[in-house]
């Protein structure tokens, strides 16, 4: 575990350092703020809400809601689309400014090294024995059987005359092969870092989705879907297991400040606070227009258009060829902390369907 904390305080340097910053200046203007402030005894004024700035944040938390809302009914929709032509068509519709490929030009684990993104192997697991039991009890798999891989781009990449710079992005996964499940646990992305957001995956440009296009500098195999899927499949093969095997995706102490929200509304819509390990909440996301007459939630259709949903939603949608026509059937929400946790602790994971051929 000690090899493991050294691992994320060499990320937490190296990503301050883009912005100029270190520990020993953080922890230098910390204390002469503290100082400062202990020294100026000026009274605070009582900070004044006004009633139209309320209104907007309350029309923003709902425009956060119906926005992930329709998101989710996007990646239903795709789901359900027997074809590649007929889901092309579909994201044509939806993103009719910004090409969104229905299919994902990377298949081949060796673009990985192409492109820079370097491995780093671990083996790890979570302390918390709440963890194995949800494993165990929920998945009927072995945490002992996961490992971790960080990949990262800390290199520039030269294709034919042009040279892309290095990102610093990372994405930390754990990969459990045996039992078919991924967990998405501590991730940077080349878009968050080139626009200063959080380094959580990040939708595809487009009308329904992000309209912000890529800036052309950055490389091409950028997303958590499909550096995620690559590793995968590396790892499948290595295993001997079908690449089609997977069967849960999680996301680990969510921090994106997006998906938190739509989170937190999700359980406060469906009155049900937020435990521990022991105590997963689960919303269904299935298509209520199936022959199976399977039910649907709101709560599960808004989880799954988060950013973090989507970047499970594009792992699916666009890699039908290698993983079959997949959906996600349900999204479990927990606290990260094996008691009862505040919202700020929360993990989410997704449950697939069996493959379609």
Request: aromatic share 10%; charged share 15%; with cysteine.
């Amino acid at each position: 575990m000690s090899s493991y904390l050294s691992h994320y305080e060499a990320q937490l340097k190296a990503l301050l350092s883009l912005y100029g910053l270190s520990l020993p200046n953080i922890y230098s203007y910390l204390h002469h703020h503290h100082h400062h402030h202990h020294h100026h005894h000026h009274p605070t004024p009582r900070p004044i809400r006004p009633i139209l700035a309320l209104e907007h944040e309350i029309d923003s938390e709902e425009t956060t809601w119906n926005t992930a809302a329709a998101k989710g009914r996007a990646f239903v929709h795709m789901f359900s689309l027997p074809t590649t032509a007929e889901l092309q068509a579909y994201l044509d519709t939806i993103s009719p400014h910004q090409h969104i490929p229905a299919t994902s030009p990377w298949t081949d684990p060796r673009a990985l090294e192409h492109w820079n993104w370097a491995p780093e192997y671990a083996q790890c697991m979570y302390d918390e024995e709440a963890f194995a039991r949800l494993f165990a009890r929920d998945l009927h798999a072995r945490i002992e059987d996961n490992v971790f891989v960080c990949m990262s781009n800390t290199e520039p990449t030269v294709v034919g005359e042009r040279m892309y710079p290095a990102t610093g992005a990372w994405y930390g996964n754990h990969y459990n092969t045996a039992s078919g499940i991924i967990i998405a646990d501590n991730l940077m992305s080349p878009m968050a870092l080139s626009s200063g957001a959080t380094g959580e995956p990040q939708d595809a440009a487009g009308v329904v989705f992000s309209p912000r296009p890529p800036p052309p500098w950055l490389i091409p195999l950028k997303q958590w879907s499909d550096v995620t899927f690559l590793m995968w499949t590396r790892l499948a093969e290595q295993a001997g297991v079908r690449v089609d095997s997977i069967r849960y995706i999680f996301h680990a102490g969510v921090s994106n400040p997006v998906s938190k929200r739509v989170i937190r509304r999700a359980l406060a819509r469906a009155g049900t606070p937020l435990e521990g390990w022991d105590g997963v909440v689960t919303f269904p996301v299935e298509d209520g227009s199936s022959s199976s007459g399977s039910s649907t939630s709101a709560e599960g259709l808004a989880i799954l258009g988060t950013p973090n949903g989507s970047a499970t939603g594009w792992f699916l949608a666009q890699h039908q060829e290698q993983l079959g026509r997949r959906k996600v059937v349900s999204v479990s929400v927990f606290g990260e902390m094996g008691t009862r946790a505040s919202a700020e602790c929360l993990s989410v994971y997704f449950t697939l369907d069996a493959p379609q051929r």
